[in-house]
C-alpha cells in the first residue's frame, strides 16, 4: 500500500480531486498544541491570584498590617502588567523572525526562574522581583497567544479554544485562592512546577503554517496545515487563500525591495494610518477596555479586602472569595456553551448589559446603606455580587481575547500585536493599581457606579461598531477591515492561474499524510 509522500512524489503534477472524510485527529492534534497554551493561562491564574492570600497571611504572621502596606499589594497585583512592558516588544519580533514556537520556550525558562524565586522568597522585594518577571505571561496571552489560537486552529473550533483558556486562567486564580486559604501560600509554587514538567511538549509542536507561508516555505506550510486541520473542503479552502495571498505578499516585498527610497518611519506611517490596522485594533482595545473597565478582574484580586468591608469577618471573606471564583468559572463555562449557539457580539454586548445592570442596583444599594436608608445585608450584596460575576464572565471575560485574536490582521501582524499588547497591558495594570485607592476615596458604591457608567460607554460604543467574527477564517475578517468584503471574479480567476502555472505549490496538489 502507497503511502501518501509516495503518491505525491508520483503524481506531483497531477491535481488530487477526491475528498477526504472528515477526522478526529485534526481536532485532537489542535488540542495537543493549545494544551500548552491554556496550561500557561492556567500557571498565570495561579501566579494573579497568589497576592490575593500570601498578603493576609503575611500581614498574620507579622502581626501587623504595616508589612505589606496597600500601595505594594497594589504593585503585587499590577507588577506583572508593567513588567509585560518589554517583553510585548521583543516576543512579536522574535516570533515573526524565529516562528510561533520560540516565545513559548522562552516563556518555559522563564516560568521555572518565577517559580523558583517565588518559593524560596524570604521578602517582599523578592516576590516584587517574580512579579515583574511574570509580565511574560500576559506578554505572551496578548501575543504569542493570539497567533498561536488563530493560526493552528479551524474556525469552526477557534472559538472553543480562546474561551476555553480564558476560564482556565480563573481556574488557576480559584485554585491559588483555595490553596492560600486552607495551605501555606508557597504550595501554590509546587503546583507551578508540576504544570511547568508538562509544558516540555511545546518542543514537540509544529511550526505555524501561516508562519511558513509567510517565509516562502510552501510545502512545509501545506503539510503542517494538513497535520493541523485535516484535507477536507473547507481546510483546503483556507490553505489555498493563505498561500495565494503569502505568494502575493512576497511578490510586493521583493518590489518593496528593489525600490529603497521610502523611509523606515514613512513605511511605519504607512502601516499604522491603515484602516486594516487601526479600525480592527480600535475595537480590540474598545474590548479590553470594556472588560477592565468592568472591575471584574480587579474585583478578583482584591476579593478579601472588598468582602471584608461587605461582612466584617475574616473567615467569612475567605468563604466569599472561593464562592465567587467558583461562580466566576461556572459562569465562563456557561458562556462557552453559549458561544456554540449564539453570534460573538449578541453574547458579549447582551451579558455586559445585564453586568453593568448589575453594577448599577450594587451601587445604588450600596449608596442607600452609606445614607443609612436600608439596613445591610450580607447575603443580598454576595446575591448582587454573584449576578454581576455570572454576567460578565459569560461575555467580556471569554470573548475578549477570542475577539482580539479574530480581529488581528494578516498584515503587519507583529507590530499590531505588539501595539495592542503594549496598550491593553497598560490598561489592566493601570486599573489593579488604582482600584484599592478608588476603594478609599470613592467607598465602595462610588467605585461600582464608576464601572457601572464606563462599562455603559464601552457597551454603547462596541453596538455601533463591532463586526460580527464567528466562523470566518482571518483573511476573511480582515477583509471586513479593508471595505473587500467578497472576492472578485477577477481575483478568483487569477487564483486559478497562479495555481495552474505553479503547481508545485497549489494546495490541490501538494498532498501529505
Known sequence: METMEQLYEKDKFTTITSATKTSWKPLIRQMFVCSGVTLNYFIYGLFFGAPTVLVPQIRRQANSTAAISTETMSWLLSGSCYGSFPWVLILPIIAERYGRKAPYIILWINTFVCVLLFYFSTTVTELLISGFLQGIFPAVSSTGAVMVLTEYTSPNYRGIFFTFKSATFFWGVWISNAIGTFYHWKNIGILVFICCIYNISILFWPESPFWLATNGRFEECAKCHRWLKGDDKDSEEELKQLIYSQKENLRRKQERQLNKQKHCAIKLYNSISDKGFYKPLIFCLLTTCLYNFSGKLACTGYSIDIFKTITLSESAAYQGMLVLDG?????????????????????LLGSSSMGAMFL?????????????????????????????????????????????????????????????????????????????????????????????????????ILYKVLPETKNKTILEIEKCFTDKNNVSKEEVELIEQVCDKNKIMCPSVIHFE
Open 327 to 347: 461562580v466566576t468559572v461556572l459562569g465562563m463555562y456557561i458562556g462557552v456553551f453559549l458561544n456554540r449557539f449564539l453570534k460573538r457580539r449578541t453574547l
Open 360 to 460: 448599577f442596583i450594587l451601587s445604588t444599594y450600596l449608596y442607600l446603606i452609606y445614607l443609612k436608608f436600608v439596613l445591610e445585608n450580607k447575603y443580598l450584596t454576595l446575591f448582587i455580587l454573584t449576578g454581576f460575576s455570572i454576567a460578565i464572565s459569560c461575555g467580556p471575560m471569554i470573548l475578549c481575547g477570542c475577539l482580539t485574536g479574530e480581529m488581528t490582521p494578516v498584515k503587519c501582524r507583529s507590530l499590531f500585536i505588539a501595539v495592542f499588547a503594549l496598550l491593553t497591558n497598560t490598561v489592566m495594570g493601570s486599573i489593579l493599581k488604582i482600584f484599592p485607592y478608588l476603594f478609599i476615596y470613592f467607598n465602595s458604591h462610588g467605585t461600582f457606579f464608576f464601572s457601572a457608567v464606563t462599562s455603559s460607554v464601552f457597551i454603547s
